[in-house]
């Protein structure tokens, strides 16, 4: 289960944040999470309450913002949803680069 090691990343992150600003509390975490990540959000939140446990953090929540798969044509520059992995373009029939979709990141940390 590779969300244990992305739930203790974004604990990390979290933390490092959190005693460089001097907070004594972690309310929230957001993440922005791309459609693409392969990331599956309900294990990911298990994960994260797992750990945060006596921690500043514990009792945060993760807010996971989802990032829909976007691509751009090559021939057309057409933007479009991209669905079931299919990179053709419905406009052209050219192929699809990614423009969103695969983000990872954490987006903010509330702390008190």
């Known amino acids: 289960m590779h969300e ?3 739930a203790e990343g974004i604990l990390d992150i979290s933390l490092n944040y959190a005693k460089r600003e001097k907070a004594k509390k972690i309310a929230c975490v957001s993440l ?9 959000t309900e294990a990911l939140t298990f994960c ?19 990032i829909p798969l976007m691509g751009r044509c090559k021939e057309c520059a057409n933007e479009e949803h991209i669905e079931h992995y299919n990179f053709v373009c419905h406009k052209c029939g050219g192929t699809l680069e990614v423009i969103s979709g695969r983000e990872l990141q954490v987006e903010y940390i509330d702390m008190e």
């Open 4 to 6: 244990m090691a992305i």
């Open 32 to 40: 922005l999470l791309g459609e693409m990540s392969g990331v599956e």
């Open 48 to 66: 994260f309450e797992s750990l945060v446990k006596d921690t500043i953090a514990e009792g945060s929540s993760l807010v996971i913002n989802r």
